[in-house]
């Protein structure tokens, strides 16, 4: 049986991208509440993520900054919501 897979809405940035890719990996999610990004401090996600970038980046953006892009937003993501009362 020939089996189609939906396409995902176009990313507009590369931000956008570097988002997808690490919520695809499982580095990251987003706060049940929120909707804030966290970071899961998952080294094997962290490094599926990495793997994706170097392997598929977005057209017109090299490996190079592709990884870039995702080591940057990994850094600027926090492992607690802001807006949650500290457990």
Known sequence: MLMTRKRGQAIRTLRG????????????????E???MQDRADPHARERAF???RRDPPAG?????AVAEVRELLNSIGD????????
């Open 61 to 65: 953006v090299s490996p190079d900054k």
């Open 51 to 53: 793997d994706i970038a």
């Open 34 to 36: 929120h909707g804030w």
């Open 17 to 32: 991208w570097a988002i997808q890719v690490l919520q695809e990996a499982g580095a990251i999610r987003e706060c049940d």
């Open 80 to 87: 607690t919501c802001p807006e949650c009362p500290p457990a």
